[in-house]
C-alpha cells in the first residue's frame, strides 16, 4: 500500500502517541521511539513501526515530530539525531519548554544542517486523541508550508506565527489561560456542590450559559465523577509547564496575578499525591479544603 511518506514521532506518551495513532491512519508510514517499552509496545499494535533509539528515527525519517516529557530529554534527543550524522532532517517541537531550551536545541540542529520549527500544541491529550487541537508553528515559512499537510493529519488547524519563538510564546498565554480556567472550574463545581446542588445539574448548567469554557466542557465531567485517573494533562508535567509561564513572566516583568493565586491549588494536589492524576483533580484538593462530603449518587 502506498503512503504519503515517512514520519518519525520521538515521544509516544499521551501526545505524541495520538499524533503517531493519527498519521498512521491517514497513510503515513510511522517510525516510533519512546524510553519506556510499554508505550513502544502499545504503539506497535496501532501499525507504527517502533525502534529502540531517536537515532534510528532520524535514519529513515526526513521528518520528526518530537513530544517529550523535560528539557533533558530534548537535548538527548537533539544530540542522538546530530550524531547520526544524516542529511537534513525537519523537526518539528511540540512540546512546552522554556524558550532557552527550544532556541539551544534549535541552533544544535542547524549547526548540523537539521531545520527546527517551534510547534507547541494548544488542547489536551483528550482533545489530541480527536485531532481536536491547534499547533502554534514558527519559524521557516517555507518549512512550515511543507509540513502542513502532516500537521493537517494530526490537527485541526496551524497557524504560522511568524518568528521562531513566537509559537512557544503564544504557548504560555494559552496555557496561562487554562491554568486558571482549571481552577476557576473546580471552585464553580465545589461551591455547587457544597451548597447541596447535584455536581452533574452543575455541570449541566454552566454549560448552557455565559461562565461555560472549553476548560470547564473538557475538565468538569471529571469532576463531577471525582474520578482523574484518565489523565489528559498529569499533574506531574503541568508543574514543568506552570514553572515555565512563572518564569516567562518574570522574565517580562509582566504581572500575573490571578496565574499566581493557582499555583498553591496545583502544589497541594501535587502534595497529596496526585502527580499522575489528571489537573482536573484539584478539585480534590478544594473539595478537602471545603470539608466537602459528597452524597452517594445512585446506581454508584
Known amino acids: 500500500m502506498a503512503t504519503k511518506g515517512t514520519v518519525g514521532v520521538i515521544g509516544l506518551g499521551i501526545m505524541g502517541g495520538a499524533f503517531a495513532q493519527h498519521l498512521a491512519a491517514a497513510g503515513w508510514r510511522v517510525v516510533g521511539f519512546d524510553i519506556d517499552a510499554k508505550r513502544r509496545r502499545a504503539l506497535a499494535k496501532a501499525c507504527v513501526l517502533t525502534v529502540d533509539d531517536a537515532a534510528a528515527v532520524a535514519a529513515v525519517s526526513p521528518v520528526i515530530i518530537t513530544s517529550l516529557p523535560n528539557p533533558r530529554a530534548l537535548h538527548d534527543t537533539v544530540k542522538a539525531i546530530v550524531a547520526a550524522k544524516h542529511p537534513e532532517r525537519?523537526?518539528?517541537?511540540?512540546s512546552t519548554f522554556t524558550l532557552d531550551d527550544k532556541l539551544k536545541a534549535e541552533r544544535a540542529l542547524a549547526k548540523a544542517g537539521h531545520m527546527m520549527l517551534d510547534c507547541p500544541v494548544s488542547g489536551t491529550g483528550s482533545q489530541a486523541r480527536t485531532k481536536d487541537i491547534i499547533i502554534y508553528a514558527s519559524g521557516d515559512p517555507k518549512t512550515i508550508r511543507q509540513v502542513r499537510p502532516l500537521l493537517a493529519d494530526i490537527s485541526r488547524a496551524t497557524h504560522d506565527l511568524g518568528a521562531f519563538g513566537n509559537g512557544?510564546?503564544?504557548k504560555y498565554v494559552a496555557n496561562l489561560l487554562v491554568?486558571?480556567?482549571n481552577v476557576a472550574a473546580a471552585e464553580a463545581m465545589v461551591l455547587g456542590m457544597k451548597s447541596g446542588l447535584d455536581p452533574q445539574?452543575?455541570?449541566?448548567m454552566v454549560t448552557a450559559g455565559a461562565g461555560n469554557s472549553r476548560v470547564f466542557e473538557l475538565r468538569a465531567p471529571m469532576m463531577v465523577k471525582g474520578r482523574y485517573d484518565d489523565a489528559t494533562m498529569k499533574l506531574s508535567i503541568w508543574q514543568k509547564d506552570m514553572a515555565v509561564i512563572g518564569d516567562f513572566a518574570r522574565k517580562l516583568g509582566c504581572p500575573v496575578p490571578l496565574f499566581a493565586a493557582?499555583?498553591?491549588v496545583y502544589s497541594a494536589a501535587l502534595a497529596s499525591g496526585l502527580g499522575a492524576q489528571d489537573t482536573a483533580a484539584v478539585c480534590a484538593v478544594l473539595e478537602k479544603?471545603?470539608?466537602l462530603r459528597r452524597k452517594k449518587r445512585r446506581g454508584g
Open 90 to 94: 525537519v523537526i518539528i517541537e511540540a
Open 262 to 264: 493557582t499555583k498553591p
Open 168 to 170: 512557544s510564546r503564544m
Open 179 to 181: 491554568a486558571i480556567n
Open 289 to 291: 479544603k471545603a470539608r
Open 201 to 204: 445539574v452543575v455541570h449541566d
